[in-house]
């Protein structure tokens, strides 16, 4: 991809928002659907940066063994503490599954080296959770089978000292660390995934929120392509409206709104590459998409007062869509238009190889184990 192109993709995404919405980008009927109660937000785990600094210091030269198990993986890796950083030190294994086959078998070849090492076990897991056992695994079905025929659905029954994260609680703990170190004053961290759908959590007094923002009902003109508008019921508890994550997602909302009208079933990634061809419907999908990850940014942080009063919270983009040259330049331009100074926003493809894996490292040595 030459530079001038990328360059070129990133001003028309900007000047077109600017021509369709003048200066502030926000709807008031899409920012007040957001509130504690429709992001389901709900306080997971304590996390005091300041305090897991210092623990993390206190750890300097110890070494935990990690695990991300995600829908198409599961990698695993050593991390040690060296000069105050969480760093990974040694690969340990990855293995692709369709629907999880092979995990469990890779999960066992993990515990066996941890206990044999003697050292404690950190896992992120991309799914629901309750303590150390799996609620359910969409994404990955044969895996929630056999850990619950093998071992009772229930992590602790596999490793000896164990800390199981879901991957947004993992991924916001990496992500505060970097936060910290850039923006030692901040109001807090709002942490928003835009991928195979849209998720978030939330960073404030001391408190990792788990949140829902993906479902939260879709404002009428974020959901008008030339006519054609997404149908596709929310369907969480029931919910029979349209959710932004079905109009802004990588894949369940572009992918799926390109597949619709075009008839073709694209990659986010080779949407993208129309969208740097200049294709208009590409444009106006990805345009339509950063406005809504916008708003639910600024409403992520508006019903946890994270605005109020002058105040900065840090914004950590995580997910493919960041990667599509201009978006991620995109949403922070949108939100700092309504602020007094430059948003303050991050993307975790530009400070980490594996967030998920990072952050059930930090979720040991935190000392939560
Ligand atoms: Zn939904």
């Given at each position: ?161 164990l800390e199981l994260a879901n991957d947004a609680e993992a991924g ?198």
């Amino acid at each position: 991809m030459q530079v001038t192109q990328v360059v070129q993709a990133f001003e028309s995404l900007g000047n077109s928002s600017r021509e369709r919405t003048g200066m502030s980008c926000f709807v008031p009927e899409q920012l007040r659907r957001f509130t504690k109660e429709t992001l389901r937000a709900r306080p997971v785990r304590p996390f005091d940066v300041q305090e897991v600094l210092r623990r993390i210091h206190l750890c300097e030269g110890m070494t935990v063994l990690a695990v991300d198990i995600g829908g198409d993986k599961i990698t695993a890796a050593d991390f040690s503490v060296l000069h105050g950083r969480v760093e990974l030190s040694n690969h340990v294994l990855t293995v692709q599954g369709d629907n999880g086959v092979g995990y469990l078998a890779a999960l066992r070849e993990v515990a066996d080296s941890a206990q044999r090492r003697g050292i404690p076990v950190g896992i992120s897991f991309a799914g629901p959770i309750s303590g150390t056992r799996l609620n359910a695994a969409p994404n990955m079905p044969f895996f929630a089978k056999e850990l619950q025929a093998g071992y009772g659905g229930d992590f602790a029954n596999l490793f000896w000292k164990l800390e199981l994260a879901n991957d947004a609680e993992a991924g916001i703990m990496a992500a505060t660390l970097e936060a910290a170190r850039r923006y030692p004053d901040s109001s807090g961290v709002i942490y928003l995934i835009n991928g195979s759908g849209l998720g978030g959590a939330v960073l404030t007094d001391a408190t990792i929120y788990a949140a829902e923002p993906g479902h939260i009902e879709v404002a009428a003109q974020f959901n008008d392509f030339d006519g054609f508008a997404q149908r596709k019921q929310c369907g969480l508890d029931g919910a029979t409206y349209v959710c932004i994550e079905a109009v802004a997602a990588s894949k369940a909302g572009v992918e799926d709104i390109w597949h619709q009208l075009t008839g073709k079933r694209l990659t986010g990634r080779q949407i993208s590459l129309r969208f740097l061809d200049g294709d208009e419907l590409a444009r106006s999908v990805y345009l339509n998409s950063a406005r809504i990850t916008a708003h639910a940014i600024r409403g992520m942080g508006a019903a946890f007062g994270l605005f109020q009063k002058g105040g900065q919270p840090v914004v950590i983009g995580h997910g493919g869509i960041f990667e599509v040259p201009g978006y991620g330049a995109l949403v922070g331009e949108i939100l700092g238009r309504d602020l007094a100074a430059a948003a303050r926003i991050l993307f975790t493809k530009d400070f980490s190889g594996n967030t998920c894996l990072e952050g059930a490292a930090i979720a040991v040595m935190a000392g939560y184990a």
